[in-house]
């Protein structure tokens, strides 16, 4: 118990008061269209360095600052339309602030094209002699990144004219998906529910309610499975069309690029997963006879065979990480409390928000704010734990330059699983019953299921997917299919029931800012717990390196990040083995616990 009361409702006022009606929001917007417009104006003129003397080094230097200006503001224009759409999905002008900016960014990432245009026209021994200047040796990685897109593209006005048409004909659908999904309700147990409420109730201990609330939500994606699929397909086929104008071969180079890997890296992963199925296939077996069931149901996945003695209020819950944070290190524990105490989480449990959680950072006025929705579960403990694992990961690059800030999604999922396995691990160890340790080591070995065969069923589908669209739109019954064969296979055949319409549930599939969302989880999973293992050796005294790698992540590619600060080669299958194995022990120690 605590005495501390903490707020489960986040402040916003004290970014841009007002909300989604905020006169200094509406300023910010239109300065940030000026800066905009001066830097579309600065491009259009720009020509390619042809020396490295002081007038164009300084004309350069123009361009860097100009960008990182509307870098800064783009971030915190986007998270705080992101905090208005999410808290309250009938607020009709966050969807318009929402358009405008997608607009003004388009507007901007036509421009930045046109500069990297400039940049890979530069010849390579002027290239090389300005990224070791002194005032732009620091950010070198980002510059020959930049570089690198440029000659992956097309040209400049071919580029523009995709970003125009994608602000309705792609951007748009997602936009679309986000409206559908936020004005959707079922009835469970007499109760009227929002999507993110309904899914909750995944956990519940009470079977009968789970399988109505998978039988209302199956049914209410069903009835609406046409216009999902619509989207789907339309998404997925304009990022294809994309692909083919510039002559990419994979519809996975843009995710793996985006997350800084190689496709041996990805696959080495998937390979070594692929082999170790069979212990977490014994595990969902004997769930479903202590179940009293032949098979696991879907909606049995995260069903709990042990229960703690009573749910956690939020204040309790955020306490609870407080304390098992200082036991990793000071810096994480003084940094949660802080965003605690500075209101930067909506956690409140009430109808009208969007489901799911995220983290999400404002550069300029240095904060974070997390969004969930608290049920008082262990797992709205570890999804609070998680979030604040983003938040600590922003917080700890925030005395770099900003070019150096923009991580990766797999290695952001990194730090924000580190932090659940930190409260996960530290709460077992302080578990008194046994029903209690049997509920925490249960909740263990869900999440290496969630990561391992659920992302594993949704990197399947998504692939299989991708590889038939581009032969044509399929239908919501094939997507079905695809989505219950994946289920199957990532499942090892232990599932009974499955999710066939999961592809019209998750948002995932529908963003528009990340293909291939989902794998990134698995990978800052396995890498988490790598680190996590060095983390218990090592003791407090690890936080100092932890936070060394963590300030590496925007500047490096996967492998080097991993070989520098963990001498590991990740294209090779033994090292995702080494947290697999860690998996595995989580298994073995619950069965034999349970027996």
């Not at 800066?35 to 020509?47: L, R």
């Not at 046409?226 to 994979?250: C, M, P, Q, T």
């Not at 209020?313 to 500075?342: M, V």
């Not at 409260?423 to 019953?433: F, G, K, P």
């Amino acid at each position: 118990m605590t005495n501390t009361s903490f707020s489960d409702v986040w402040d916003l006022n004290s970014i841009f008061p007002g909300g989604s009606e905020s006169p200094d929001f509406r300023l910010f917007l239109d300065d940030l269209k000026g800066k905009v417009n001066k830097f579309s104006d600065m491009v259009s003129n720009g020509q390619p360095l042809k020396s490295v003397n002081e007038s164009e080094k300084t004309s350069f230097l123009k361009y860097i600052e100009s960008i990182k200006s509307i870098l800064v503001d783009l971030e915190e224009a986007e998270s705080f339309i992101s905090c208005l759409e999410a808290e309250n999905t009938s607020d009709p002008k966050a969807g318009a602030l929402r358009n405008e900016l997608t607009s003004l960014a388009a507007e901007y990432q036509t421009s930045f094209v046109l500069f990297q245009q400039i940049l890979s026209q530069t010849k390579e021994d002027v290239w090389t002699r300005l990224v070791q200047d002194e005032s732009l040796k620091e950010i070198e990685f980002v510059l020959n990144e930049w570089r690198e897109e440029a000659r992956e593209k097309l040209s400049t006005k071919e580029e523009a004219l995709i970003e125009a048409l994608a602000v309705d004909g792609y951007h748009g659908w997602g936009q679309m998906y986000d409206s559908m999904v936020g004005g959707m309700e079922v009835t469970v147990g007499g109760k009227t529910l929002s999507i993110g409420q309904a899914n909750n109730l995944f956990s519940e201990p009470d079977r009968s309610l789970r399988k109505e609330a998978f039988e209302k939500l199956e049914k209410a994606w069903e009835e609406k499975e046409g216009l999902f699929a619509d989207i789907l397909n339309h998404l997925a086929g304009f990022r294809l069309n994309v692909y083919r104008k510039r002559g990419w071969e994979s519809f996975l180079k843009e995710p793996l690029e985006g997350n800084r890997m190689s496709k041996a890296t990805l696959d080495a992963m998937w390979k070594a997963i692929a082999k170790h199925k069979e212990p977490f296939v014994r595990y969902l077996r004997r769930k479903a006879e202590l179940l009293g069931e032949e098979k696991i149901a879907w909606y049995d996945l995260e069903a709990p065979i042990a229960s703690t003695a009573e749910k956690r209020s939020y204040s309790e819950g955020a306490a609870f990480i407080i304390r098992h944070f200082a036991k990793f290190g000071p810096k994480l524990s003084a940094f949660a409390k802080h965003a605690l105490e500075s209101s930067w989480i909506e956690a409140e449990d009430r109808p009208g928000k969007r489901p799911g959680g995220f983290c999400t950072t404002f550069p300029k006025t240095e904060e974070s704010r997390i969004f969930m929705t608290y049920s008082g579960t262990l797992e709205s403990v570890a999804t609070l734990a998680h979030e604040l694992g983003h938040a600590f990961h922003s917080d700890v690059l925030r005395p770099l330059n900003i070019l150096n800030r923009q991580y990766a999604m797999n290695v952001a999922e990194t730090a924000s699983t580190l932090a659940e396995m930190i409260v996960s691990d530290a709460a077992l160890q302080e578990a008194e019953t046994k029903q209690e340790k049997i509920a925490l080591l249960e909740d263990k070995v869900q999440r290496s299921v969630s990561l391992l065969m659920n992302i594993h069923a949704r990197f399947l589908f998504e692939t299989r997917f991708y590889e038939e669209r581009q032969k044509g739109v399929l239908s919501a019954e094939r997507l079905n299919a695809l989505m219950e064969e994946a289920q199957q296979e990532a499942f090892g055949g232990a599932l009974g029931v499955t999710h066939p319409h999961f592809w019209a549930s998750k948002l995932h599939f529908y963003l528009t800012d990340v293909p291939f969302y989902n794998f990134p989880y698995t990978f800052g999973y396995l890498l988490a717990l790598n680190i996590y293992a060095r983390a218990l050796e090592e003791g407090a005294e690890y936080e100092e390196k932890y936070i060394a790698l963590l300030r590496d992540t925007a500047v490096m590619k996967v492998e080097d990040l991993i070989k520098k600060h963990l001498g590991e080669d990740p294209t090779k299958e033994e090292f995702w083995e080494k947290g697999i194995r860690l998996c595995i022990q989580d298994v073995q120690d619950f069965l034999q616990f349970i027996e």
